[in-house]
């Protein structure tokens, strides 16, 4: 049971490059979100999904496109790469229906924006 | 609106001392509350949380934290620290269960000999 995963890692990009973090799951969880934490201000919403087709956006959407297609999985894209965006990315995913369903958190993707 | 206030950026502590690491939180609505500890380079592990019952909570590693609702606080609390223990720390509030989880900026604990 891989739980979640991201990839890629690390990953370091030039200013208004495009690219896109991969998350998936393998616990049939329908909830799943993307935080970015970054030093002194913990971890922040950016997107989440409740199911297959259905996303909305968290406290900070700005810069960010998310779709969910799968259950499975929840990519985050960045159209348009900024030094602002520059962070630690973490996906995490949990039940919906069953709401005391644990989340469990990916091991992260460190953005470099130069 | 609902936030979290950790106040103690960093709390050093030697090994077998006691330590509490602070949280409150602000929320117009009933709660859930949790502890999520980070170690270096890893994402985010569950240590503890508050859903309903007990305002009492214990994890299997010796921490607890008590849901004090007229104070509105979840300090996490452990009699006697470990090296291995040093780690970042967060406090964390929803409304919805695991959903849309408020983190507050983070305690990092320092265990030293």
């Known amino acids: 049971n891989a739980g979640v995963t991201q990839t890629p890692k690390f990953q370091v990009l030039k200013t208004g490059q495009s690219m896109t973090l991969q998350c998936a799951q393998d616990?049939?969880?329908?909830?799943m979100s993307w935080y970015r934490q970054d030093p002194g201000m913990g971890l922040r919403l950016i997107h989440y999904s409740v199911g297959a087709g259905i996303t909305d956006q968290g406290e900070v959407p700005n810069g960010y496109n998310v779709s969910r297609s799968t259950t499975e999985d929840f990519p985050l894209r960045l159209l348009s790469a900024a030094p602002s965006q520059t962070s630690v990315y973490f996906c995490a995913s949990s039940g919906f229906t069953q709401m005391n369903t644990e989340a469990f958190f990916g091991q992260g993707t460190r953005l470099t924006v130069v | 609106a609902q936030s979290v206030t950790q106040l103690d950026s960093q709390v050093p502590v030697f090994e077998e001392a006691p330590v509490e690491l602070r949280c409150n939180y602000s929320s117009s609505v009933s709660v859930y509350l949790f502890w999520y500890v980070q170690y270096p380079n890893q994402g985010l592990q569950l240590l503890l949380k508050y859903l309903s019952g007990s305002t009492l909570v214990e994890s299997i590693n010796g921490f607890e934290a008590e849901f004090n609702k007229s104070q509105t606080s979840f300090h996490l609390r452990k009699p006697s620290v470990h090296i291995s223990d040093t780690a970042e720390y967060f406090c964390a509030v929803s409304s919805t269960g695991f959903q849309k989880l408020v983190f507050g900026t983070g305690t990092r604990l320092l265990v030293s000999p």
């Open positions: 616990m049939n969880h329908e909830y």
